[in-house]
């Protein structure tokens, strides 16, 4: 068998995907971190989003704004001579509890939203600095609600209640987009981006399976701040 015949498979394939993994870790782990906060200013979309009654009902769903706020931060390294891997997420918790004599009652909704991304640099000119990206989201939620007066029954309701309440809350999504930024002094520097924007949400019941996705554009302000600069890295 030929070298160019040998495939990589099984352990050999999962070995190289693990060296390639701390590679980029190790080399995240000698830049020092940049952090930033990114501004999408409030729209028209979001009235109508609310005039439309398209929120979650219980403020803590993907588009009421407390777990993907209009200020975001994030935290990010240089990976690599035009790699910037950036992290970031929101959370939000809203919790209800109600006495009536010796009996209580208590709910609870609540999503944690993480956040990856990859920039790449496309100009070399330091004065303005030209990148892509591409990143995902997740909506991971939770839901319960509990009582010192329900029955096995009435409990057995309520976790079905909650759980459909978590099917609606939760997501996946991602982003492709392309941003520049301008250094304002060292270690500052202020950019702007425009981003194609997609959220996939899913919902299943025994009776019917409901699917809804959005797909739009954001444009939002970047301000970052700079541990250490590279010559010539304008990605941050």
Known sequence: MSVAEISLSGPSRLGYRLRMWSLLLSAALASPPSVGVQWAPFSRADLVFVAEGRA????????????????????GWQVGER????????????????????????????????????????????????WLAAGLHGDIP????????????????????????????????????????????????????????????????????LVSSLIGTQTALMLTFHAAKRDGDTTR
Request: aromatic share 8%; proline share 4%.
């Open 56 to 75: 979650s009902g219980v403020l803590v769903g993907e588009y009421d704004g407390l777990v993907s706020p209009g200020l975001e931060p994030f935290i």
């Open 83 to 130: 790699l910037f891997a950036a992290l970031g997420g929101g959370a939000a918790r809203l919790t209800t509890t109600t006495w009536a004599g010796d009996q209580w009652q208590q709910r609870h909704w609540g999503v944690i939203r993480p956040t990856a991304e990859l920039r790449g640099m496309v100009s070399d000119d330091p004065a303005l600095g030209l």
């Open 142 to 209: 939770s839901a319960r609600v509990t009582s010192s007066s329900f029955t096995a029954e009435e409990q057995a309701l309520a976790d079905e209640d909650a759980w459909l309440t978590r099917a609606r809350l939760g997501g996946i999504g991602g982003h492709l987009g392309a941003g520049a930024s301008r250094g304002l002094a060292p270690g500052l520097s202020l950019g702007i981006r425009t981003d194609l924007e997609y959220h996939r949400g899913f919902l299943r019941t025994s009776e019917a399976q």
